[in-house]
């Protein structure tokens, strides 16, 4: 079971399956949005997910035409981004999610327009924006 909560914890939630991909996002939008060098997503099954409490707090940012992007109105965390081609599936911000839930191994996407301030150095795969299967 993977469980997760915004920093003022309004927002709570569970994803009864696996977390199904990886990634860490270096473009601009989850750089800017998570104030960070990249956003790391849990990707999850979408009928699997469900909130457990702060539904109210929820604020929706679309932050391109098929992207929307969740956080807590109240304490700004990122709880998720949703993309209108894949419906099925929910990209969780992996910084809100509690402990170390098993999952698959890390890539690096839209290494293209990483932060010109940070060095990826961990070996994993790196794709300049998507990868090939998106
Ligand atoms: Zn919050
Ligand atoms: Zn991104």
């Known amino acids: 079971m993977i469980q997760g909560h915004c920093e003022c914890n309004r927002i ?37 997910f469900r909130y457990l409490s702060g539904e109210e707090d929820i604020k929706i940012y679309s932050s391109s035409d098929n992207h929307e992007r969740v956080f807590c109105g109240n304490c700004g965390s990122n709880i998720l981004v949703s993309l209108e081609d894949y419906p099925e599936i929910l990209y969780l911000s992996m910084g809100a999610i509690n402990g170390n839930p098993t999952h698959p191994e890390a890539y690096h996407i839209f290494v293209g327009s990483k932060a010109p301030w940070h060095e990826i150095n961990d070996g994993s795969v790196q794709y300049d924006e998507n990868p090939p299967e998106l």
């Open 12 to 48: 709570t939630y569970e994803a009864d399956c696996e977390i199904l991909d990886f990634s860490h996002c270096h473009c601009s939008q989850c750089r800017r949005l998570h104030g960070a060098a990249y956003a790391t997503f849990a990707a999850v099954e979408t009928d699997k």
